[in-house]
């Protein structure tokens, strides 16, 4: 993997990493339904502006593969956590959240897209003890309610690591914006009856509003872009390793804009989650230096 293209999933994290904040301060003003399709909504809109910009067709002939990517992708994981927000802290949906790569490994060596091996391996286990140390994760009571939400965050990491790879193969047919543009559409269109149904109980403060906007237009519509972009250049399972650095600037930005304390074990946790995404990428920074070094007389 090229240095700019783990520079860019960095980059990616970092901007994915402010979703849990921003679905703390949301979902319980709007309700998950709401939430959900009005940040699949405002990412529609965005994506849309950008294809006539582009001048970009609409990729019609192909609604039934975007209508697939745009549930696994979009509409179950949005919605899933969006509701077990309402149960679960937020180190809790991030660390499960991070399963999506096993998920993501798995899908691409079902579909024989990326082979799996122990250095992938390797890599989930160095990742999900990185994020467990990021997040300090602390008692919850159990309940029936918590043990749904969890498998609820379980669910929309399963859907985004089954669909990756999916939409790696995708690409071969439609320009990463296209993909983009139709899966938020698409599953704009499966959210909708919930919302509306939803919609009378739902508390449009304008803090809730403007993580929506956030979400929407920069987490949602252009980090999604920016997201197949990439997944063209790399590996499925390659592109998915953000997943496991979300929580290290999940934590920052709730530091810095929430006043939350930053957890002790977030620089062991950080080596560890940087660790796992170069064995699972595969980036090494110095192999250049190496086959300069080797390739001397």
Known sequence: MKTKHFAQLVALSALWGASFMLIRIASPALGPNVLAALRIGMATLTLAVLMRTMRHPWPTGHWRELALLGGLAVALPFLLFAWA???????????????????????????????????????????????????????????????????????????????????????????????????????LLMLAPLAAWSWPQAHFTPGALLAVAIMGVVTSGLAYWMHIRILAEVSSVAAMSPTFMIPVFGVLWGHLFLGEQLSTGIFAGGALVLLASALITGFNPWQKWLDAVDAKP
């Open 85 to 187: 927000a309402l149960q679960l802290p937020a180190g809790y949906s991030a660390l499960l959240n991070s399963t999506a790569v096993v998920f993501g490994i798995i899908a691409s060596a079902w579909i024989k897209e990326d082979a799996l091996t122990l250095r992938k391996l390797a890599g989930c286990i160095c990742g999900f003890g990185g994020v467990a140390l990021i997040v300090g994760l602390g008692p919850v009571a159990p309940s029936a309610k918590v043990f749904v939400a969890a498998l609820a965050c379980i669910g929309g990491a399963a859907g985004y690591g089954f669909a990756t790879p999916l939409m790696k193969r995708a690409l071969s047919r439609m320009e990463p914006l296209q993909i983009a543009a139709g899966i938020h559409a698409l599953g």
